[in-house]
């Protein structure tokens, strides 16, 4: 069985945290794109753990994980992720395996994003971690895999820089240790295996569908799948995953960010939800919760279940805005108009929904949850014509509030 997991807005909606509690009973977890621009923050019994490269699963100890086909990978960062487990004490021995297609991130894409950044006279705010350029380079047809690593490095002369060399010499014997063909991998699968694919960044950082030139350089829905020997049609469900609240980092538009008479909403969000990048340390800019742009993902990726995330952030609320539209010189758009000349003109159409002004982050089942917040979620799934099965109500793996089918249609 494929479960594939994404997230539904600009990133950090909690995937991490929801592909720990859905891989106990996984034997794969394989990202599937992106590189060490993503940041997984994950709390179990008290203790803390940031993944940028490795699956969030890896936490489970009967999982393996595997480094899909289309990440990049940054052999320092995977390094100190090794590390990290070690000191943990958490074994990861034949539990740890790289895709041989996937591409190596080397120090000159590293030193590329930084100049082409400085550049640019539209910032995007990219994490500089040479995702961008190694993502370039791989539609160049000048990018180094996995797979090339002490190899020949001959056919690459002429677009190879000396520094880099000597980087891929330093780190392929390191690397090959946990290479592997995901094809073969996956044909080895028994049916019975369950294998969960876990998304980096969000929909609208896509580069296809996302907030276009504010996005990254990789693909951050379905589409991602597809570069992993995967075929859409081997996937048994696929669960978007959003926050009760938007948030974003970098530039590019953000329909609903809080204006500056909501500051004090931007504070408490921004400490209660820890809204800090786990790979960059910015402050994450913060907005209501954003229904076009939701539905727009969850009908594009065609998500067959959600998981709600942070919703004990909005529990002292008295009001909840969620947008349900925009408006443009006296046009409204029900969807999300393309060009981001008109995007960054937009104005958001809310609907207020009365908050619950009570606790969620002891509740353990659907229906202890307050009937204000019941109604908060009945409204957002109506909108989105998919079930909210998850609930998370906290950064630990046990506030999780699992809804079967048959639960809570009150
Ligand atoms: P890049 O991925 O480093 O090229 O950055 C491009 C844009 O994507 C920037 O605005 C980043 O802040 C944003 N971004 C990249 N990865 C993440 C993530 O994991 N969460 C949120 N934003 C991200
Ligand atoms: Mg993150």
Known sequence: ?????????????????????????????????????????????????????????????????????????????????????????????????ISDRAHIVLPSHKDKDLKLEKKRAYKLGVTKKGIGSAYASKAQRTGIRVCDLGKDMHRFKGVLKRSDRIFLEHN???????????????????????????????????????SYPYVTSGPTGLNGIAANCISPKQISEIIGIFKAYSTRVGEGPLFTEFKKDEKDTFEYYSEKGHEVGTTTGRLRRIGHLDLVVLKYAVVCTGATSLALTHLD?????????????????????????????????????????????NPTEHVQKWDALPQKAKQFIHFVEDFLKVPIRLVSVGPERNQTIYRGPNEGST
């Open 313 to 357: 952030v909005l529990d002292t609320q008295q009001a909840v805005k969620v947008c349900i539209g925009y408006e443009c010189d006296g046009t409204m758009y029900s969807y999300l108009p393309s060009s981001y000349a008109l995007q960054s003109k937009l104005k958001p159409v809310y609907k207020t929904l009365e908050g619950w002004q």
């Open 172 to 210: 392929a014997e390191f690397l090959s240790r946990y290479s592997i063909n995901q094809f073969e991998l996956l044909s080895e699968l028994g049916s019975d295996e369950i294998v969960i694919c876990e998304g980096a960044q969000g929909f609208m950082l896509d580069l296809d569908y996302g």
């Open 1 to 97: 069985m494929l479960v594939t997991t994404l997230g539904l807005q600009w990133g950090d909606e909690g995937k991490g945290k929801i592909v720990d509690y859905i891989s106990r009973n996984a034997d794969w977890i394989i990202r599937y794109a992106g590189g060490a621009n993503a940041g997984h923050r994950l709390i179990v019994d008290k203790n803390e753990y940031s993944f940028h490269l490795i699956p969030s699963g890896i936490l489970h100890s009967n999982t393996r994980v595997l480094l899909g086909s289309g990440m990049v990978i940054d052999s320092d960062v995977f390094r100190k992720e090794l590390q990290q487990l070690k000191q943990s004490g958490i074994s990861y021995e034949n539990r740890i395996f």
